[in-house]
């Protein structure tokens, strides 16, 4: 079977390798630390040590999935293109890769960003929205993974790093009002919402559109991260002055503690609404948002790795979207998710 680069092991990485491996695939990991079950593996070569350096050595034109936190997953990227790699990139970062073009093409590589669930699956939510109504009038996307019940602390478990979520809640949120797009704060519109079977839960803008601005005709898009009431007021009166340290042991996840990962898109034109809920609560120890993020990814990889990036997901060279993907890749990559145990639920 083929070869694949995953670079990053943490929760999600770490989950996205043993989809690979499941499938019959062999593994470079890199990482600072690759965990010892991976070392274990037959079909797992570890590589422990700097990303820039590891990926220095790799051969030409490999298919190589980016894991990384989005502060080293966006300085790897023109690394990667310029050896020709085609790559399937979860890196959160606020640097748009499309300024990689150019060098994407020249080296007839191809780089697939932002997929996990949202952004990710929930652009390809909207995408078909937008295939089955036209133009759109609104889209609210709201997403968000917290532990089943609240706490008397910071009802909250990290299940990816914890730099990529304080850049959530720090990161200018990018909109569109009216057809006009504009830059918010983080945080902003806070607001109570219900989800279903879990409670009352805080809703506030996070800049999770991304693509969707400049690829999706809509008048009005927002997206919004979901935590439990309390967390933000925490945040903003000690969080921020906080160490990132300290805030990692707070937040640290604990796959002892139920919890969940939870997705709603609702997008309409003047005449008709399509909502579409994404739900997991983790399965066989998984963690839900390893889970959501990781199925993802995983899907996309395997589409690079047993059809290519043409034929198995309709992708020229060039630095591409989720909502890029060909209507049969995003059909295929929900599938892969709902035979793995993550529900989709239509109204």
């Given at each position: 079977?083929?070869?694949?680069?995953?670079?990053?092991?943490?929760?999600?990485?770490?989950?996205?390798?043993?989809?690979?491996?499941?499938?019959?695939?062999?593994?470079?990991?890199?990482?600072?630390?690759?965990?010892?079950?991976?070392?274990?593996?037959?079909?797992?070569?570890?590589?422990?040590?700097?990303?820039?350096?590891?990926?220095?050595?790799?051969?030409?034109?490999?298919?190589?999935?980016?894991?990384?936190?989005?502060?080293?997953?966006?300085?790897?990227?023109?690394?990667?293109?310029?050896?020709?790699?085609?790559?399937?990139?979860?890196?959160?970062?606020?640097?748009?890769?499309?300024?990689?073009?150019?060098?994407?093409?020249?080296?007839?590589?191809?780089?697939?960003?932002?997929?996990?669930?949202?952004?990710?699956?929930?652009?390809m939510l909207v995408k078909q929205a937008f295939?089955?109504?036209?133009?759109?009038?609104?889209?609210?996307?709201?997403?968000?993974?917290?532990?089943?019940?609240?706490?008397?602390?910071?009802?909250?478990?990290?299940?990816?790093?914890?730099?990529?979520?304080?850049?959530?809640?720090?990161?200018?949120?990018?909109?569109?009002?009216?057809?006009?797009?504009?830059?918010?704060?983080?945080?902003?519109?806070?607001?109570?919402?219900?989800?279903?079977?879990?409670?009352?839960?805080?809703?506030?803008?996070?800049?999770?559109?991304?693509?969707?601005?400049?690829?999706?005709?809509?008048?009005?898009?927002?997206?919004?991260?979901?935590?439990?009431?309390?967390?933000?007021?925490?945040?903003?009166?000690?969080?921020?002055?906080?160490?990132?340290?300290?805030?990692?042991?707070?937040?640290?996840?604990?796959?002892?503690?139920?919890?969940?990962?939870?997705?709603?898109?609702?997008?309409?034109?003047?005449?008709?609404?399509?909502?579409?809920?994404?739900?997991?609560?983790?399965?066989?120890?998984?963690?839900?948002?390893?889970?959501?993020?990781?199925?993802?990814?995983?899907?996309?990889?395997?589409?690079?790795?047993?059809?290519?990036?043409?034929?198995?997901?309709?992708?020229?060279?060039?630095?591409?979207?989720?909502?890029?993907?060909?209507?049969?890749?995003?059909?295929?990559?929900?599938?892969?998710?709902?035979?793995?145990?993550?529900?989709?639920?239509?109204?």
């Amino acid at each position: 079977m083929a070869k694949v680069v995953a670079l990053g092991s943490g929760l999600v990485g770490r989950f996205v390798i043993e989809r690979l491996l499941e499938a019959g695939h062999d593994v470079i990991a890199i990482d600072l630390e690759v965990p010892a079950s991976l070392h274990d593996h037959p079909n797992v070569e570890a590589r422990q040590g700097d990303a820039m350096v590891e990926i220095a050595k790799l051969g030409p034109k490999q298919t190589v999935v980016n894991m990384l936190p989005g502060r080293i997953g966006d300085a790897v990227r023109p690394h990667l293109l310029a050896s020709g790699h085609n790559v399937i990139d979860l890196a959160f970062t606020a640097e748009d890769p499309h300024e990689h073009q150019a060098l994407a093409v020249a080296n007839n590589a191809v780089l697939l960003w932002d997929v996990g669930i949202a952004p990710g699956i929930s652009n390809m939510l909207v995408k078909q929205a937008f295939n089955a109504l036209g133009p759109l009038e609104n889209v609210a996307i709201k997403v968000g993974g917290n532990p089943t019940n609240m706490d008397d602390e910071w009802s909250y478990m990290a299940p990816f790093s914890p730099s990529d979520v304080i850049e959530e809640y720090t990161r200018p949120a990018r909109i569109r009002v009216d057809g006009r797009t504009l830059e918010v704060p983080a945080l902003s519109e806070r607001h109570s919402i219900e989800v279903d079977g879990f409670g009352t839960m805080e809703a506030f803008l996070t800049d999770g559109l991304r693509s969707v601005l400049d690829t999706i005709p809509c008048s009005t898009m927002k997206e919004y991260t979901v935590r439990w009431p309390g967390h933000i007021d925490r945040w903003l009166n000690e969080g921020q002055t906080m160490e990132e340290e300290d805030l990692l042991n707070a937040w640290k996840f604990d796959a002892q503690r139920e919890e969940f990962t939870w997705l709603e898109v609702v997008a309409s034109n003047k005449t008709t609404r399509q909502k579409t809920i994404v739900q997991d609560s983790g399965m066989d120890g998984d963690g839900s948002m390893a889970r959501t993020t990781g199925l993802v990814t995983a899907a996309c990889a395997l589409l690079f790795l047993e059809h290519g990036p043409l034929d198995g997901c309709g992708l020229e060279p060039g630095i591409h979207p989720p909502e890029g993907l060909s209507a049969n890749a995003m059909e295929h990559i929900m599938s892969y998710m709902k035979d793995r145990g993550v529900q989709f639920i239509s109204d």
